[in-house]
């Protein structure tokens, strides 16, 4: 029973850093994976120009999440973009696999 308590401790962990460096690798050799976040890249691209969370300065927009496009904010910032935009996604992956295991958890473990 405690060996298989150990190794249920350390799988969450491990399928956790799997998805993080597939998602990493995605990005990073994907021809087309970065471009997909480009919706949000327009918006933070705004925001850092002065714009606030729109397509274009000056327009009025549909709603968008806010706190995405102020990390991207912050890598366009730095000048690493591609990588803030990998990372961020990477840890977001990573983090939705976690959360849905916590949640099957709490939702079907045995009594």
Avoid: N, Q
């Amino acid at each position: 029973m405690l060996a298989r308590a150990a190794s249920s401790r350390i799988t969450l962990p491990l399928i956790c850093l799997a998805a993080f460096v597939l998602r990493a690798v995605c990005g990073l050799f994907g021809p087309d994976h970065f471009w997909a976040y480009t919706a949000y890249f327009h918006v933070a691209d705004t925001l850092v120009h002065g714009g606030g969370y729109c397509w274009e300065p000056g327009r009025l927009c549909a709603f968008f999440p806010r706190v995405y496009p102020t990390v991207v904010a912050a890598a366009i910032l730095t000048g690493h973009v591609k990588a803030g935009v990998i990372l961020l996604g990477s840890l977001a992956g990573a983090g939705a696999v976690w959360m849905t295991a916590a949640s099957g958890y709490c939702f079907f473990r045995p009594w």
